[in-house]
């Protein structure tokens, strides 16, 4: 059993349930994770998934151990066959075993390089690991997704959320740096799961992967879609067509209080970190209606379910002892 993406969740309804049970009474399977050790390896920065899925990790008693891969592991080569001569040092099949004979689940994240799009789309350090590791793997942003983000933003919607069809509004905003789509992409699958009225608005041309968006409903008049929204989720990306590229820096698109008083006096949500004055203004980050510290607060019951739900599994099947290699669904 792993984590990868949206469609691990069998019904986000109930998911979203357990979540805020388990956020009620946190240690309540503090000995569900005795003995086992949760591996977090990271080829990028972390604030929130590193210390949010560490805590849940503890919550549960597992043991944790964390590795700053860029600046502490070798450097892995990925492709079957390579002449290892020239820049890395080992082979994910070497890697990824050695890690799982010290870890029962391993958390990944590798962010997209933004460079090559076949190469992102093909997740190669997320598959790496699925193939070679013999341990549940977790998925903590990836080059096209951010599962464990979604479902902390879907459990942070269900506390706020005043009706049950809301107005969802996912706002591309400008961003000095070019930013993977893996949070937007989670975002989408997520709401698609959900009953709302769900609209995604960018620039024109910013159109994320259309096998992700699907029939979603797309907007390029910004004031347009924040009209009677409930909830404005702001996130930059850069674009995916131009792959890679900052094609767009228009500052009409920041979020403002003007902006928001389009709204049906939407919550306003962003994954963090954010750039303040660039991708939302002082006056509505700071505002009563920005609920971004409690969506990160919700990043620890996301991924304490996530990571409870995997020990369960494992403490079923064969004798207590974790799914080796090959069909691990
Ligand atoms: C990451 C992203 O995928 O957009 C992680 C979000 C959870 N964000 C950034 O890299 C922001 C970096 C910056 O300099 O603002």
Redesign the pocket.
């Known amino acids: 059993m792993n984590y990868i993406s949206i469609q691990d969740i069998e019904s986000l309804k109930k998911w979203v349930k357990q979540a805020i049970k388990i956020k009620k009474k946190p240690l309540k399977n503090k000995k569900l994770g005795k003995n086992k050790t949760l591996g977090m390896l990271f080829f ?3 604030l ?2 590193r210390l949010s899925t560490q805590k849940a990790a503890l919550n549960l008693g597992m043991n944790v151990m964390v590795m700053n891969f860029t600046s502490e592991g070798w450097t892995l080569e990925f492709e079957d066959g390579a002449i290892m001569n020239s820049g890395a040092s080992e082979h994910i099949k070497e890697a990824a075993a050695v890690i799982s004979q010290y870890c029962d689940i391993i958390a990944i994240r590798a ?2 390089g933004l460079v090559d799009k076949e190469k992102d789309n093909a997740e190669i350090v997320l598959n790496g690991f699925l193939k070679h590791a013999t341990v549940p793997i977790v998925n903590m ?1 990836s080059a096209t997704g ?1 599962p464990l ?1 979604s479902l902390a933003d879907a459990i942070t919607m269900a506390e706020h959320k005043t009706k049950h069809k809301p107005k969802v509004v996912l706002s591309w905003a400008p ?3 070019a ?5 937007a992409n989670s975002f989408v699958e997520m709401m698609q799961l959900q009953d709302a009225e769900f609209v995604i608005a960018h620039p024109e041309g910013y159109e994320l992967n259309p096998e992700i968006t699907k029939n979603s409903t797309i907007e390029y008049d910004q004031n347009k879609a924040f009209e009677n929204a409930d909830f404005i989720y702001t ?3 850069s674009n995916y067509k131009e792959y890679g590229k900052i094609t767009n820096s228009d500052s009409n698109w920041t979020v403002t209080a003007d902006k928001m008083k389009l709204t049906n006096n939407a919550k306003f949500m962003h ?5 303040r004055n660039v991708i939302v203004s002082d006056e509505v980050l700071d505002s009563e209606n920005s609920i971004v510290i409690e969506q990160a607060n919700n990043r620890t019951y996301a991924a304490q379910l996530v990571l409870q739900k995997i020990l369960k599994f494992c403490a079923t099947t064969s004798n207590g002892k974790f799914p080796s290699t090959g069909k691990k669904k």
């Open positions: 990028n920065s972390s929130r998934t962010f997209a942003e951010h983000q961003h000095p740096k930013l993977p789509q893996a949070v996130k930059n990306w994954c963090l970190p954010v750039r």
